[in-house]
Structure formats: structure tokens, C-alpha cells
């Protein structure tokens, strides 16, 4: 979850491209997967009783 006023006329799409262009190295290496919300300060004003969830890891592998 991101709440940034820098978000602001940006499209949820232009959002998300400017968090992965910033995890570029992350996502490449280290990083599997990444659920995004990415919200302005209003409109996360406006979602403070909402509960957010995440899709469960579908991943192939285990922690060992």
C-alpha cells in the first residue's frame, strides 16, 4: 500500500509504473512477486474503514 500526494492525476496504471521503475533492481533480482494499491492522500482518506487483501502466493517452491 502507497499513499503518496504524488499519485495525483496520475492513472492506476502510471502509478504502478512509477513503483516498479523505482524496484527496477529489486524486481529483477530479489523480489518475486508485488501486490500494489497506490493511492492519493484524499483518496486514501476516503478508504480508512476498507480492509484490503492480498491474492495468495501461488509460488512453486517452499522456505526451507
Same mark, same amino acid.
Given at each position: ?7 495525483t ?15 527496477? $533492481?529489486? %524486481?529483477?533480482? @530479489? !523480489?518475486? /512477486? ?10 486514501? $482518506?476516503? %478508504?480508512?474503514? @476498507? !480492509?484490503? /487483501? ?11
Amino acid at each position: 500500500m502507497l499513499v503518496s500526494d504524488r499519485f495525483t492525476g496520475e492513472r492506476f496504471l502510471n502509478r504502478h509504473r512509477m513503483i516498479y521503475s523505482t524496484l527496477a $533492481e529489486e %524486481l529483477s533480482t @530479489t !523480489v518475486h /512477486a508485488l501486490a500494489l494499491h497506490t493511492y492519493t492522500i484524499k483518496e486514501w $482518506e476516503g %478508504l480508512q474503514d @476498507t !480492509v484490503f /487483501a492480498s491474492p495468495p502466493c501461488r509460488g512453486a517452491g517452499s522456505i526451507a
